[in-house]
């Protein structure tokens, strides 16, 4: 079984997904530590961020590599642990170029697919999970929150990683992401056809698990060859 999250940044998908892998037991993937990781190769190899093809070799390169486990995910790049670092605001200042890259995505695409047939089942987040990656997923969500909401969660988050980033940096940086995640040309973040709308700005990470344990309960209930109404409605 696919599932899907999508939805802006600080809209809680993370911590989500990561939950409701967790409780049912299946791998999550978070496609934006792959944006994230081929971000910091680039910058560390000096590649121009507006280099479609120099950003795409680095994509395509063996010298990353993304595990996806059942309550965490590991990233390195030339076999260094780079997890943490890849969530450092420098590298979040520099994402949207390679999120921009249609070869990148492509490739990114390709892989993210690689892993889902691979492992036949799993939660997979980012912005275009149900709407490019997995179109056919067998229940997709989209989070979103209030973007005050949202950036005080991210500076929470940053503060206990224990970045020094003011509140103000943090809406800027969250700002020019919405921005570039729903203006750029190739996969623009949007809500995926069929997707169940979750808005988080007034629940606990708790009640939006539940109510999405709850939608994958009922559509595994469905009988397979239900229509795509009823598994909707
Ligand atoms: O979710 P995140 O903040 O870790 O995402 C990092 C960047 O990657 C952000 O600029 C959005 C982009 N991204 C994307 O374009 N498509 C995805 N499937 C996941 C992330």
Known sequence: MI???DGPAGSGKSTAARKLAARLGVPYLDT???????T?????????????????????????????GPTHIRATLHGDDVTEEIR????????RFIAASPSVRAVLVARQREIGARLGSMVT????????AFPNADVKF????????????????L???????????VLRNLAERDESDSRRAVAPLRRPDGAIDVDTTQLSIHEVVDRMAAEVERVALLPSGASTEARES
Request: proline content about 1%.
């Open 3 to 5: 599932i899907t999250i």
């Open 32 to 38: 934006g530590a792959m944006y994230r990781v081929v």
């Open 40 to 68: 910091l190769a680039a910058l560390r190899r000096r590649v121009d961020l507006h280099d479609d093809a120099g950003l795409a070799e680095i994509a395509r390169g063996d010298d990353w590599d993304l595990d996806p």
């Open 88 to 95: 450092s605001m420098y590298v979040a200042d520099h994402t």
């Open 125 to 132: 987040e980012g912005r275009d999970q149900g709407s490019v």
């Open 142 to 157: 989209y989070l979103d929150a209030a973007i005050d909401k949202r950036a005080e969660r991210r500076f929470h988050e």
């Open 159 to 169: 503060l206990a990683e224990g970045e020094e980033v003011s509140m103000a940096d």
